[in-house]
């Protein structure tokens, strides 16, 4: 992707100039379970509201540790978001910020649009709130991708004012759904220095010639329009370090399509050659084994 394509892509996505300060604060008593401290947070995003989301970290020392922003799949499971991520709710094999948190990160779990504490009112179902999120950026010009990364990059804002945070940069760890925003947010926003993207990315045209329904939250219109698709943007992330993982059995996130973004990643590292990417493939489905956290979280502190 040149300079020109970049413009284009950010044209399309039409972010927010007024992303607000933060203004970060905690909500309630932190508590301490075993290895970890869990505090509730508060931060400021654009359009007025302020969002919370749990902040985990060590439950000893004293820092600075390193900071990771967790973001959770889909799955329909609109009553979880962060909460699961966080170790509060839902499948352990999803408490993937709680892992990472115990290995010496400090890690925000947010729920995206339509998730967890933004789901929708009581008794819509959580899907036709999702549409209906959706409807509102589309008639305004924008996508729910938009509405995300505005949110997000707040999110990012109230983690590296978090005073037990290091560095002028946060990692950012995501899984499905979670993972194609991690990788427009890495595209976004400078203070990311590293993505570390499971079961999740995979080029467009690659699921549309399989039939497959491109995610709401992560899909930008025009963009193939352009000549471009999801191999080009993460491809675009270098030289901060990238991730890759996916079970080769996996019928969700399709090998098929993971294989083009793994390619021009490689690519591009002919260009770049200080580049740094890890690729973590396994004989599993669309699941997160706890193996394959442990082994991202010994990445990612490599990458320090």
């Not at 990160?105 to 549409?131: K, S, Y």
């Not at 010009?141 to 978090?162: K, W």
Request: aromatic letters at 6%; hydrophobic letters at 45%; charged letters at 20%.
């Amino acid at each position: 992707m040149d300079d020109s394509q970049r413009a284009a892509v950010l044209g399309l996505l039409r972010l927010r100039d007024d992303v607000p300060e933060h203004g970060l604060r905690a909500e309630g008593v932190a508590y301490v379970s075993g290895p970890l401290r869990r505090q509730r947070i508060s931060y400021a995003v654009p359009g007025g509201a302020r969002l919370t989301a749990w902040l985990l970290r060590p439950s000893s020392g004293s820092g600075p540790w390193p900071g990771v922003i967790a973001l959770h799949p889909h799955g329909d499971r609109f009553d979880l978001g962060g909460d699961e991520v966080a170790g509060q709710a839902g499948q352990r094999e999803h408490h993937y910020g709680a892992t990472l948190a115990e290995r010496g990160f400090a890690v925000l779990c947010p729920d995206l649009p339509g998730f967890g504490m933004q789901r929708g009112p009581t008794g819509l179902p959580g899907h036709r709130w999702e549409e209906l999120l959706l409807s509102r950026e589309l008639v305004e010009g924008r996508s729910l991708l938009a509405l995300t990364l505005d949110q997000l990059r707040a999110a990012v804002g109230a983690l590296l004012d978090y005073q037990q945070t290091s560095d002028l940069t946060v990692s950012v760890l995501g899984y499905g759904m979670g993972a194609r925003a991690a990788a427009w947010l890495t595209f976004v926003d400078q203070r990311v220095g590293a993505v570390w993207l499971h079961a999740g990315v995979g080029q467009q045209r690659v699921l549309l010639a399989q039939n497959r329904l491109l995610p709401r939250h992560t899909l930008l219109p025009g963009l193939l329009a352009l000549g471009l698709d999801q191999a080009d943007v993460i491809a675009a992330l270098l030289p901060r370090a990238v991730g890759i993982s996916y079970g080769r059995r996996d019928a969700v996130a399709l090998p098929a399509a993971v294989a083009p973004v793994i390619a021009a990643l490689h690519a591009r590292q002919e260009l770049l050659p200080g580049s740094k990417i890890a690729v973590l493939d396994g004989d599993y489905d669309h699941r997160f084994p706890l193996e394959v956290q442990q082994a991202i979280a010994d990445q990612l502190l490599a990458w320090r």
